[in-house]
């Protein structure tokens, strides 16, 4: 596996397969945050994904992948510390505001900083036609968000807060993408960086909401383990899939890409929240998948 990616790096087959792979991060990644918004109170359902996902990596990083030379040491600390921002932000998003209100905003502040992020560490240039695609899609997000923001009535006296957290989370989201997409680069084998992310990644949490996971009611613990075990699982997925897109296509494109998640995030909020949807925003997230088309066009 490792031959066959390092082998589609700089190819038109890598950046086909590395639109593939955003694409199904952007589902993905809508997923895991409906599942951190539902039944089980934000921070709590986070602590248990972390624990699952870093237990599911635990074998992988001692056994399966090399590990990691002394020089990825501090990298694999700086995407810890990046990853814990950012999880520390979307849970207190999530806890204030209503899943679809917040998630198109924390998604829409984050490509616009990767793609100028790119720029600077990766020498990556949108064509202009690129930068079209891109004002339409965040156009489509802040639409969403905007339209949201008027008519969802859940959480309203948070709501405020709830959006200015959603704009820091962003941010965090433009970090650690580009920070990621660099520090998947350095050790020979990409899943030496993956394996130990996850298992180094998934120790805060649980570590944080620890007497809350054990104070969980007993009739709660086998609905909560297994939405754990599901949400680790789908973060594989979701993480995984963009780390290897940005090593082995263009970083900027599949930042952009994965942003349709709002598109999935909007469907998943209405088949698994409850909360309603109508033309108008039907009509806000075609503009949204429009510009990531647009994206890949003209590039």
Same mark, same amino acid.
Request: glycine residues 10%; without cysteine.
């Given at each position: ?23 199904? !991060? ?18 709590? #359902? ?6 699952? @996902? ?6 992988? !990083? ?17 995407a810890f510390l990046i990853h814990a921002g @950012? ?5 207190? $998003?999530?806890?204030?505001?209503? @899943?679809?209100?917040?998630? &198109?905003?924390?998604?829409? $502040? ?6 100028? +992020? ?6 990556? $240039? ?11 899609? %965040? ?9 949201? %923001? ?5 959480? =309203? ?21 580009? @920070? ?9 084998? &990409?899943?030496?960086?993956l394996a130990w992310f996850f298992l180094l990644d998934g120790t805060l949490m649980p %570590?944080?909401? =620890? ?9 709660? =613990? ?23 897109? $940005?090593?082995? +296509? ?16 909007? !469907?998943?909020?209405?088949? #698994? ?12 997230? +075609? ?9 890949? %066009?003209?590039?």
């Amino acid at each position: 596996m490792t031959a066959l990616l390092l082998s589609l790096e700089g190819t038109d087959a890598g950046r086909q397969a590395a639109l593939w792979l955003a694409l199904l !991060a952007a589902f993905s990644h809508a997923l895991l945050g409906a599942l951190q918004k539902g039944r089980f109170d934000p921070w709590l #359902m986070r602590g248990g994904i972390d624990l699952a @996902y870093a237990v599911m990596a635990l074998p992988f !990083a001692l056994f399966v992948v090399p590990w990691p030379d002394p020089h990825m040491w501090p990298i694999l600390a700086g995407a810890f510390l990046i990853h814990a921002g @950012y999880k520390t932000a979307q849970a207190a $998003t999530y806890a204030r505001g209503a @899943y679809t209100v917040v998630y &198109p905003v924390v998604r829409g $502040t984050g490509p616009l900083v990767t793609v100028l +992020g790119a720029g600077l560490v990766f020498g990556e $240039t949108f064509a202009p036609g690129q930068w079209l695609g891109l004002g339409v899609l %965040l156009a489509g997000i802040f639409g969403l968000a905007l339209y949201n %923001l008027r008519h969802v009535t859940e959480n =309203r006296d948070t709501l405020v807060p709830a959006l200015g957290l959603a704009v820091l989370t962003g941010g965090f989201v433009a970090a650690y993408t580009t @920070y990621d997409a660099w520090a998947i680069r350095q050790p020979p084998d &990409p899943f030496t960086f993956l394996a130990w992310f996850f298992l180094l990644d998934g120790t805060l949490m649980p %570590l944080l909401m =620890r007497r809350r996971l054990a104070a969980l009611p007993h009739a709660d =613990r086998w609905p909560f383990a297994k939405k754990a075990v599901l949400g680790a699982l789908v973060a594989y997925i979701s993480f995984g899939s963009i780390l290897i897109a $940005t090593r082995i +296509g263009n970083v900027g494109e599949a930042a952009v890409l994965r942003e349709t998640s709002t598109v999935f995030a909007a !469907a998943i909020g209405w088949l #698994m929240l409850d909360e309603t949807t109508g033309p108008r925003r039907v009509a806000l997230m +075609g503009l949204i998948a429009a510009g990531a088309v647009m994206v890949k %066009l003209a590039g």
